[in-house]
Protein backbone atom coordinates (compact mmCIF):
# COMPACT_ATOMS: atom_id res chain seq x y z
CA UNK A 1 0.00 0.00 0.00
CA UNK A 2 1.52 3.54 -0.91
CA UNK A 3 1.18 6.63 0.76
CA UNK A 4 -1.53 9.16 0.29
CA UNK A 5 -0.78 12.82 -0.70
CA UNK A 6 -3.84 14.97 -0.74
CA UNK A 7 -4.15 17.56 -3.30
CA UNK A 8 -6.18 20.28 -4.64
CA UNK A 9 -7.18 21.46 -7.86
CA UNK A 10 -5.46 25.09 -8.89
CA UNK A 11 -7.08 27.64 -10.75
CA UNK A 12 -4.72 30.33 -10.11
CA UNK A 13 -2.15 30.55 -12.71
CA UNK A 14 0.75 33.71 -13.38
CA UNK A 15 4.25 34.05 -11.07
CA UNK A 16 2.08 36.85 -8.78
CA UNK A 17 -0.27 34.18 -7.72
CA UNK A 18 1.71 31.27 -7.61
CA UNK A 19 4.12 32.96 -5.35
CA UNK A 20 1.21 34.15 -3.05
CA UNK A 21 0.27 30.10 -2.74
CA UNK A 22 4.12 29.51 -1.83
CA UNK A 23 3.63 31.89 0.68
CA UNK A 24 0.31 30.23 2.16
CA UNK A 25 2.38 26.94 2.35
CA UNK A 26 1.46 25.49 -0.57
CA UNK A 27 3.45 23.91 -3.54
CA UNK A 28 2.10 24.52 -7.06
CA UNK A 29 1.96 21.23 -9.09
CA UNK A 30 1.08 19.50 -12.21
CA UNK A 31 -0.73 15.92 -13.38
CA UNK A 32 0.18 14.33 -16.07
CA UNK A 33 0.16 10.81 -17.92
CA UNK A 34 -0.91 8.55 -20.29
CA UNK A 35 -4.94 8.95 -20.97
CA UNK A 36 -4.83 11.95 -18.52
CA UNK A 37 -5.33 14.98 -19.21
CA UNK A 38 -3.03 17.56 -17.03
CA UNK A 39 -4.40 18.73 -13.64
CA UNK A 40 -3.10 21.87 -12.12
CA UNK A 41 -2.61 21.04 -8.28
CA UNK A 42 -1.84 22.44 -5.23
CA UNK A 43 0.22 20.69 -2.21
CA UNK A 44 0.64 20.96 1.65
CA UNK A 45 4.58 22.08 1.43
CA UNK A 46 4.63 20.06 5.18
CA UNK A 47 2.93 17.01 3.79
CA UNK A 48 5.10 16.90 0.52
CA UNK A 49 8.32 17.32 2.09
CA UNK A 50 7.51 14.95 4.53
CA UNK A 51 6.69 12.12 1.84
CA UNK A 52 9.59 13.04 -0.14
CA UNK A 53 12.03 12.84 2.85
CA UNK A 54 10.88 9.23 3.77
CA UNK A 55 10.83 7.69 -0.10
CA UNK A 56 13.95 8.59 -2.74
CA UNK A 57 12.23 12.21 -3.93
CA UNK A 58 12.06 11.55 -7.58
CA UNK A 59 10.45 7.86 -8.11
CA UNK A 60 9.33 8.00 -4.71
CA UNK A 61 5.76 5.69 -5.37
CA UNK A 62 2.41 7.19 -3.85
CA UNK A 63 -0.99 7.96 -4.33
CA UNK A 64 -2.69 11.05 -4.83
CA UNK A 65 -6.13 11.90 -3.54
CA UNK A 66 -8.54 15.19 -5.16
CA UNK A 67 -10.87 16.01 -2.62
CA UNK A 68 -12.68 18.98 -4.05
CA UNK A 69 -14.99 18.72 -6.81
CA UNK A 70 -14.70 15.40 -8.60
CA UNK A 71 -13.03 12.83 -6.49
CA UNK A 72 -10.21 11.86 -7.95
CA UNK A 73 -7.46 9.08 -6.81
CA UNK A 74 -4.64 7.42 -9.40
CA UNK A 75 -1.23 5.62 -8.08
CA UNK A 76 1.48 8.53 -9.25
CA UNK A 77 5.07 8.98 -9.26
CA UNK A 78 7.01 11.96 -8.50
CA UNK A 79 8.61 12.69 -11.75
CA UNK A 80 10.28 16.28 -11.16
CA UNK A 81 11.41 18.87 -8.67
CA UNK A 82 12.10 22.04 -8.96
CA UNK A 83 13.88 23.64 -5.54
CA UNK A 84 14.95 27.02 -4.74
CA UNK A 85 18.52 27.50 -5.81
CA UNK A 86 19.31 29.62 -2.67
CA UNK A 87 16.63 28.55 0.45
CA UNK A 88 16.24 24.93 -0.69
CA UNK A 89 12.55 24.74 -0.26
CA UNK A 90 10.48 22.96 -3.20
CA UNK A 91 8.68 25.62 -6.04
CA UNK A 92 6.93 22.97 -7.73
CA UNK A 93 6.51 19.46 -8.82
CA UNK A 94 5.63 17.21 -11.48
CA UNK A 95 3.45 14.13 -10.71
CA UNK A 96 2.65 11.15 -13.35
CA UNK A 97 0.05 8.90 -13.44
CA UNK A 98 0.84 5.65 -13.73
CA UNK A 99 -0.60 2.32 -14.14
CA UNK A 100 0.94 -0.57 -11.20
CA UNK A 101 1.23 -3.73 -13.24
CA UNK A 102 2.67 -2.10 -16.47
CA UNK A 103 6.45 -1.67 -16.62
CA UNK A 104 7.48 1.84 -17.22
CA UNK A 105 11.51 3.54 -17.71
CA UNK A 106 12.96 5.62 -15.12
CA UNK A 107 16.62 6.81 -14.65
CA UNK A 108 18.41 5.96 -11.82
CA UNK A 109 21.60 7.33 -10.45
CA UNK A 110 25.14 4.90 -10.91
CA UNK A 111 26.98 4.60 -7.70
CA UNK A 112 30.45 3.66 -7.56
CA UNK A 113 32.19 1.98 -4.45
CA UNK A 114 35.76 1.55 -3.08
CA UNK A 115 38.79 2.70 -4.58
CA UNK A 116 40.37 2.11 -8.02
CA UNK A 117 43.77 0.34 -7.29
CA UNK A 118 44.98 2.12 -10.22
CA UNK A 119 44.25 5.35 -8.23
CA UNK A 120 45.73 4.18 -4.72
CA UNK A 121 48.60 2.89 -5.90
CA UNK A 122 49.05 3.58 -9.41
CA UNK A 123 48.34 7.50 -8.93
CA UNK A 124 45.76 7.68 -11.72
CA UNK A 125 42.77 9.62 -12.25
CA UNK A 126 39.25 8.42 -11.88
CA UNK A 127 36.70 9.44 -14.10
CA UNK A 128 33.00 9.20 -13.93
CA UNK A 129 31.54 9.84 -17.17
CA UNK A 130 28.04 8.35 -17.22
CA UNK A 131 26.38 9.09 -13.83
CA UNK A 132 22.74 7.81 -14.59
CA UNK A 133 20.98 4.67 -16.22
CA UNK A 134 17.97 4.20 -17.47
CA UNK A 135 15.73 0.93 -16.53
CA UNK A 136 12.88 -0.75 -17.18
CA UNK A 137 10.89 -2.39 -14.15
CA UNK A 138 7.46 -2.04 -12.53
CA UNK A 139 6.68 0.83 -10.59
CA UNK A 140 6.34 -1.28 -7.48
CA UNK A 141 10.19 -2.14 -8.11
CA UNK A 142 12.29 1.05 -9.04
CA UNK A 143 15.97 0.73 -7.84
CA UNK A 144 17.16 3.66 -5.64
CA UNK A 145 20.26 3.54 -7.61
CA UNK A 146 22.88 0.65 -9.17
CA UNK A 147 25.91 0.06 -7.77
CA UNK A 148 29.62 -0.48 -9.66
CA UNK A 149 32.65 -1.80 -7.59
CA UNK A 150 35.54 -0.10 -8.54
CA UNK A 151 38.39 -1.65 -6.82
CA UNK A 152 40.06 -3.50 -9.49
CA UNK A 153 40.00 -1.11 -11.92
CA UNK A 154 43.60 -0.21 -13.27
CA UNK A 155 44.95 3.04 -15.30
CA UNK A 156 44.06 2.65 -18.87
CA UNK A 157 40.87 0.44 -17.85
CA UNK A 158 37.13 1.60 -18.73
CA UNK A 159 34.00 -0.01 -17.29
CA UNK A 160 30.82 0.60 -19.71
CA UNK A 161 26.90 0.32 -19.16
CA UNK A 162 27.32 -3.62 -20.35
CA UNK A 163 29.27 -4.68 -17.34
CA UNK A 164 26.89 -3.30 -14.57
CA UNK A 165 24.37 -5.78 -12.92
CA UNK A 166 20.86 -5.07 -13.38
CA UNK A 167 18.97 -4.37 -10.12
CA UNK A 168 16.74 -7.10 -8.95
CA UNK A 169 13.28 -6.98 -11.57
CA UNK A 170 14.88 -4.24 -13.69
CA UNK A 171 16.65 -3.92 -17.14
CA UNK A 172 18.98 -1.69 -18.07
CA UNK A 173 18.35 0.19 -21.40
CA UNK A 174 20.49 2.64 -21.54
CA UNK A 175 23.44 1.62 -24.61
CA UNK A 176 25.16 -1.33 -22.97
CA UNK A 177 28.65 0.55 -24.96
CA UNK A 178 28.10 4.06 -22.97
CA UNK A 179 31.36 4.43 -20.87
CA UNK A 180 30.46 4.80 -17.13
CA UNK A 181 34.09 5.00 -15.38
CA UNK A 182 37.80 5.16 -16.16
CA UNK A 183 41.49 5.65 -14.69
CA UNK A 184 43.59 7.67 -16.52
CA UNK A 185 47.41 8.31 -16.22
CA UNK A 186 47.75 12.13 -14.53
CA UNK A 187 48.32 15.06 -17.12
CA UNK A 188 52.07 15.83 -17.17
CA UNK A 189 52.39 19.86 -17.10
CA UNK A 190 54.75 21.18 -19.61
CA UNK A 191 56.31 23.66 -18.14
CA UNK A 192 57.84 25.27 -20.78
CA UNK A 193 60.94 27.86 -19.99
CA UNK A 194 60.87 31.08 -21.33
CA UNK A 195 64.23 31.32 -23.62
CA UNK A 196 66.11 34.46 -22.33
CA UNK A 197 65.79 36.77 -25.99
CA UNK A 198 68.41 39.63 -25.77
CA UNK A 199 67.71 42.27 -28.02
CA UNK A 200 70.54 43.78 -30.03
CA UNK A 201 72.12 46.52 -28.52
CA UNK A 202 71.44 49.28 -31.27
CA UNK A 203 73.95 52.23 -30.62
CA UNK A 204 73.03 55.43 -32.57
CA UNK A 205 75.55 57.83 -33.08
CA UNK A 206 74.42 61.23 -31.62
CA UNK A 207 73.67 63.27 -34.74
CA UNK A 208 75.71 66.75 -34.22
CA UNK A 209 73.47 69.69 -33.45
CA UNK A 210 72.86 71.98 -36.40
CA UNK A 211 74.67 75.08 -35.91
CA UNK A 212 73.69 78.70 -36.96
CA UNK A 213 75.70 80.04 -39.85
CA UNK A 214 78.68 81.88 -38.97
CA UNK A 215 79.02 80.52 -35.52
CA UNK A 216 82.17 78.57 -36.22
CA UNK A 217 83.86 81.71 -37.59
CA UNK A 218 82.32 83.96 -34.80
CA UNK A 219 84.00 81.56 -32.09
CA UNK A 220 87.64 81.66 -33.96
CA UNK A 221 87.18 85.23 -34.16
CA UNK A 222 86.26 85.78 -30.54
CA UNK A 223 89.15 83.27 -29.51
CA UNK A 224 91.97 84.71 -31.42
CA UNK A 225 94.53 86.85 -29.97
CA UNK A 226 94.87 90.54 -31.14
CA UNK A 227 97.45 90.73 -33.30
CA UNK A 228 100.70 93.10 -31.94
CA UNK A 229 100.69 96.00 -33.04
CA UNK A 230 103.22 97.48 -35.06
CA UNK A 231 105.35 100.53 -34.87
CA UNK A 232 103.77 103.77 -37.40
CA UNK A 233 105.62 103.94 -40.10
CA UNK A 234 107.64 107.72 -40.09
CA UNK A 235 107.02 110.03 -42.63
Request: aromatic share 2%.
Amino acid sequence: MTDVLTARRRAVQGKRQVRRLRRQGLVPGVVYGRDTTPLAVTVESRSLVKLLHAKAREHALLTLRIEDGTPWERPVLVKAIQDHPVAGHVLHVDFQVIVLTERLRVKIPVLLKGEAVGVKQEGGILEHFLREVEVECLPTEIPPSVELDISALKIGETIHVGDLIPPKGAKITTDPTGVIASVQKPREEKVEEAAAVTEPEVIREKKEEAKPAGAEEAKEEKGAAPAPEGKKESK
